[in-house]
Nanobody, 119 residues
Framework: QVQLAESGGGLVQPGGSLRLSCAASGSIVSIVAMDWYRQAPGKKRELVAAINRGIINYADFVLGRFTITKDNAKKTVHLQMNSLKPEDTGVYYC??????????????WGEGTLVTVSS
């Protein structure tokens, strides 16, 4: 089992910044991907940013504002969020894909951290 510990959410004014962090621990075999998703009230969960086998992808709505980085040694992924907008409000979830010892992959989700952008 892999545990994910998220931190960094909170209340911020429009135009402000927040930095989310997610640390993976437990019986990790080999992490393939570390991503951030978000879910706004009444909406489906959506991908925000991902690092998959070293390739970085962003959702169009965060391009130029958010930056995802990963510390392989610490098994931690960060999401630097700048120029935040009210529509960025939601619960942000860390997602990790780990290789299984006997082959295949396993998905893990964090509990989520709330980001509220409001004046």
């Amino acid at each position: 089992q892999v545990q994910l510990a998220e931190s960094g959410g909170g209340l911020v004014q429009p135009g402000g910044s927040l930095r989310l962090s997610c640390a993976a621990s437990g019986s990790i075999v080999s992490i393939v991907a570390m991503d951030w998703y978000r879910q706004a009230p009444g909406k489906k969960r959506e991908l925000v940013a991902a690092i998959n086998r070293g390739i970085i992808n962003y959702a169009d709505f965060v391009l130029g504002r958010f930056t995802i980085t990963k510390d392989n040694a610490k098994k931690t992924v960060h999401l630097q969020m700048n120029s935040l907008k009210p529509e960025d409000t939601g619960v942000y979830y860390c997602h990790v894909i780990d290789t299984m010892a006997k082959g295949g992959f396993m998905n893990y989700w964090g509990e989520g951290t709330l980001v509220t952008v409001s004046s």
